[in-house]
């Protein structure tokens, strides 16, 4: 019963030693956008994901700064990125964005900030309570921790997948569309074209002569 409740603890304390926000935003051109997470203690895992969802060549510049404004990781021209940092000093952490690189597409990024601290076992009420701190069902927690977020990694690829590939075929058909319009304007064109000419040739714009 100890041991059950000491699991069933720890696994409270995994739950609520993380926490994080999964977001959208369009990012216009030429455009910066900030996001700020918060570190209440040094030595704290920060999770950041991010990637392009849709927009031009589906990538953007990024970078990450502590709260010093020193800057930790920066990218440019990234598609897509998953990084985990440790942050060595307390205080609010930027994440910012830029889309410098287009004049005139936006860009629809989906990102992911956590902010974790890693779990530690505390020692047992009593002396000879529990035997062993790391037991097999405690194990097992952390390999399906694992394997959870190695699902979470996949459906996120495959998410951004799914979207690139549909950006491309919205973009394609929208093509085809106006060159189709085009091309049927043209054919108009050219028919109204050909009947002012045959129009013209047949018209009679000579003298006449009285014999």
């Not at 920066?74 to 004049?103: H, K, M, P, W």
């Amino acid at each position: 019963m100890a041991r059950l409740l000491s699991t069933l603890l720890f696994l409270l304390s995994i739950s609520l030693t993380a926490y994080g926000a999964a977001l959208t935003t369009l990012l216009g051109a030429n455009e910066r956008l900030c996001f700020y997470a918060d570190v209440d203690k040094a030595g704290e895992k920060i999770g950041f994901y991010f990637a392009v969802q849709s927009g031009g060549s589906f990538d953007i510049d990024f970078d990450i700064k502590d709260p010093n404004e020193k800057l930790l990781l920066a990218g440019e021209r990234e598609r897509q990125g998953d990084y985990v940092l440790t942050a060595n000093t307390v205080g609010e952490y930027a994440f910012c964005f830029e889309n410098d690189i287009s004049t005139l597409t936006g860009k629809l990024v989906d990102f992911d900030i956590m902010v974790e601290s890693e779990p530690r076992r505390e020692a047992p009420a009593k002396p000879g309570q529990i035997s062993e701190q790391t037991s097999a069902l405690e194990e097992s927690v952390f390999r399906l921790n694992n394997m959870l977020m190695g699902i979470k990694r996949l459906q996120k690829h495959f998410h951004t997948s799914e979207n690139r590939g549909f950006d491309v075929v919205k973009s394609t058909q929208n093509r085809i569309f106006w060159y189709a319009v085009l091309q049927t304007a043209g054919i108009i064109g050219m028919a109204v074209l050909q009947v002012y000419i045959l129009q013209t040739f047949f018209t009679s714009t000579g003298r006449r002569y009285k014999v």
